[in-house]
């Protein structure tokens, strides 16, 4: 999807569109999040909804960055961003989220499922682009870390004084 006619200095044309490759996977993946993420905020209900429902806009905020800054690097390659709603579709590979109106528990428990895949799937980028783009490879080391807290602020909705999680 990149089309690259040029990429930065001193990464080659073949390098160039297979960080774009990675990157626009993650771009995929952050854009259904943050969706993902509004849709939980307007969904969640009962017990201690309102302390979930404030958690959520700030995580979307976050990840709405994430997105651009992945799109703005996709563009410094040389290749074209795609975001929309049929190229989410069409890219991911995993099912759609299911759950509509629901409990406080019901959706952070589907809601630390989603972010397992997206910060497992963030982990292999930092893997796949340590070996070819340390840029690249940072902005996505930056990004899990924040990921990986935002899942630890859902989890701790979620967890027992003994350390388990409610399933």
Known sequence: MSNTKFTVPGVSQETGEQIISIMHNRLIALLDL????????????????????????????GVRAM???LAERIAALGGTPCGTPGAIVERR???????G?????????ALDAVY????????????QLGEIDPVSEDMIIAQL?????????VRAHLESSDGELSK
């Open 116 to 127: 397992t895949g997206v910060n497992e799937d963030h982990r292999k980028a930092v893997g």
């Open 34 to 61: 943050q969706l993902t993420l509004k849709h939980v905020h307007w969904n969640v209900v009962g017990r201690h909804f309102i302390g979930v429902h404030e958690m959520l806009d700030p995580q979307v905020d």
């Open 145 to 153: 870390g924040e990921l990986e807290q935002y899942q630890w602020f």
């Open 93 to 99: 590979s995993w099912e759609d989220y299911k759950l």
């Open 101 to 109: 109106k629901a409990t406080v528990t019901d959706h952070l428990v």
């Open 67 to 69: 997105t651009d800054a």
